[in-house]
């Protein structure tokens, strides 16, 4: 007791509050590619890990290496708790230590699948669906060499597919971070997938391609968000990464299982609710919602569009949730 108040009396000398305590950020996260497709060099995967490691995961790999240019350019590897730099800057794809791939849309696979040659030994982490199309469509001689331990022979044996359909929560090795999959709607129910990645009693969520309940006919996300509300409640979950590809006003018949600012905060009422019936405005106050998956026009002004996205969202958000848009190769932490 008597140093919980010595630590409260430092914190008042130097001008803090407990809430700096409970600010204190715990992931880093990387982009190496954020939109939601046209943009070839800039497509969904998102490295993440505990700070102060330099051992990530890659949340879906459309885009690697042009990321990780882009990386170097903010000066994001000056930044980054690494080991050994000379070894980062030499081959970064080792500084990815497993992929988890939500479903086998190019533009979430394209980079891990062109970067393959230079790769390093890791697995791939995804359900049932997505480990058979890789395994059928992909890796298999024909459209690329087969760098996977199944499927078509020869087997280079350099990607380890692990099935994680089962619900389990697993260690990923080589890394702090375990993690369990649940299946999402992505046109299809259980196409796409959500990754709750674990650490240290700290937990983020990533949310693949997914509509809402309703367009979609499902109730994967409700399910979902049965299970992490706990982690809301106990201030446990530092974060969600969610989609929103498309501006409001676009008809629901022409979403193919995606979301606008609508009905993401339609989502994440939904989730509010479940999480404190009796607050629910209040259950997710400063919880962080990294906005993935934007949509470019075809123009060549196509990325004004995060511009409108931002002021969408900001408009509707009643929640008092911090809404972050994160930009390819800059870090962001929560």
């Not at 070839?40 to 505990?50: D, T, V, W």
Request: hydrophobic share 40%; net charge negative.
């Amino acid at each position: 007791m008597l140093n919980l108040v010595k630590t409260l009396v430092l914190f008042c000398a130097l001008g803090l509050s407990t809430q700096a305590l409970a600010a204190e950020k715990f992931w880093t996260v990387l982009p190496l590619g954020t939109s939601g497709g046209l943009a070839e060099g800039n497509m969904s995967c998102y490295l993440i890990a505990p700070k102060g490691s330099d051992k990530f995961i890659a949340l879906d790999g459309g885009t690697v290496r042009e990321g990780f240019y882009a990386a170097k350019k903010s000066g994001a590897f000056n930044k980054l708790a690494l080991t050994d730099k000379k070894a980062a800057l030499e081959n970064p794809l080792s500084l990815i230590h497993a992929y988890l791939i939500s479903h086998a849309h190019l533009d979430h696979i394209a980079g891990m699948i062109i970067n393959s040659p230079e790769d390093t030994k890791k697995p791939i982490l995804a359900q049932t669906n997505v480990i058979n199309d890789l395994k059928d469509y992909i890796f298999n001689w024909r459209i690329f060499a087969n760098f996977a331990d199944q499927g078509t022979a020869p087997l280079l044996n350099k990607y380890e597919y692990w099935d994680m359909s089962h619900g389990r929560e697993l260690p990923i090795p080589d890394t702090k971070m375990s993690v369990r999959i649940f299946p999402l709607s992505h046109v299809e129910h259980g196409a796409s997938t959500a990754f709750l990645i674990h650490s240290d009693n700290h937990y983020a969520l990533y949310l693949g391609d997914t509509g809402d309940d309703k367009p979609e006919n499902s109730e994967l996300l409700k399910q979902l968000w049965i299970e992490v509300a706990p982690l809301i409640k106990s201030k446990k979950l530092d974060g969600i990464f969610i989609e929103s590809s498309y501006l409001n006003g676009r008809p629901d018949k022409l979403l193919f299982g995606h979301m606008t600012p609508s009905w993401l905060l339609h989502s994440l009422h939904e989730l509010a609710t479940i999480t404190n019936p009796k607050d629910p405005k209040q259950s997710l106050k400063d919880l962080t919602i990294v906005v993935t998956h934007i949509k470019p026009e075809a123009s060549l002004d196509g990325m004004k569009i995060v511009k409108e996205m931002k002021s969408q969202i900001n408009a509707l958000n009643d929640l008092g949730v911090k809404f972050v848009i994160p930009e390819q190769g800059n870090i962001l932490e929560f």
